[in-house]
């Protein structure tokens, strides 16, 4: 606000313009009665509320309410244009501010020194963040069933849980992770996901590759479903190289997760031949093994205590940082100078961009205090090194100026 203070026995009253409120911050906040991000597909800009307007007798503006927005517990949020993790959003209730709202610009009251006893322009409020991002689900499982498509991996999960997955026949039945809960004792459950059949080349994207990975990278132990009868054609055996080779191609610490080998379809002919090899092959490879039905339910019991124990046991290993990153402070006033393609000489910086947006180039005293803002950045000088000349369009953010000595 641009105002002064106008009071009868009060002569040259003085500026009493107030401050603006500050804008909204974007916060996302874990809900854990979502389970998708199917919300995001029909509303996807998010904007809060600016800060109420300064007003008069140096009264400021209330500064804005965050906006949050909720998300299922296992989002990670990543920045779009530049892929690094923003937040990952697994607990109840955390937060994570992912646009912070601009600060309200000053009132003329705020102006006034010994030289400039009246200015009587005012700032505009700084501009809030923005930016794009990215939110990706990854299942919150604590164990994971793994395997080629018609192993028996949604099957065993309707026997031991109360979820009902499609089942068919027919290759890819399962095209979104089922979760389900697995009671062993009073007090004692895990969550249970029956995750979209793998294939060879999963780790590429081939198949339903990378929706499968992505969901099984939060899990603690990995149920590896191996079908033993050999119904289709399929060595078991080597089955089970081709997927720990592509959980391993995925993620390294994928493939070192504890892993326990079911052998499903136990009850069909040719199962206890395939077994037979199947047993003397993992003591080789000091896997756990052990005969299931998931028709009959035959084996399922032993089989989830045994995950529950390893449950128990599991320590979560630290997490390592790959790409190391290093800030360098850099000073406030950096900005650099470039060329667009029609001539136009293009001033880029934090600082020099956040003035121009602040400034109400309506009011002459505004427009003199961004001029002498300018020079004493030493744009006009870095410009004229550049050889710009008189009348050259000089662009900064989306105002456009005339270049004049």
Known sequence: MSSFRREKYVPKGGPSGGDGGRGGDIILVVDENLNTLIDFRYKRKFSADNGANGQTKNMHGAASEPLYIKVPPGTLVRDEETGEVVADLTENGQQAVVARGGRGGRGNARFVNSVHRAPTFAEKGEPGESRALQLELKLLADVGLVGYPSVGKSSIISMVSAAKPEI?????????????????????????????????????????????????????????????????????IEDYHKINNELKLYNERLAKRPQVVAANKMDLPDAQENYAKLVEFMDQEGRELFPISAATGEGLTPLMQRVSQLLDQYVEEPEVEENTKVYEAKPDEEYTISRDDDGTYVVAGKNIEKLVAMTNFDNDEAVMRFQAIWRRLGIEEALKERGVQEGDSVRIRDMVFEFKE
């Not at 080349?201 to 009868?229: C, M, N, P, Q, Y």
């Open 168 to 236: 068919a026949a027919y290759h890819f039945t399962t095209l979104t992770p089922v979760l389900g809960v697995v009671s062993i004792a009073e007090g004692r459950s895990f969550v249970l996901a029956d995750i979209p059949g793998l294939i060879e080349g999963a780790h590429e994207g081939v198949g339903l590759g990378h929706d499968f990975l992505r969901h099984i990278e939060r899990t603690k132990v990995i149920i590896h479903v191996l079908d033993v009868s050999g119904m289709e054609g399929r060595d078991p």
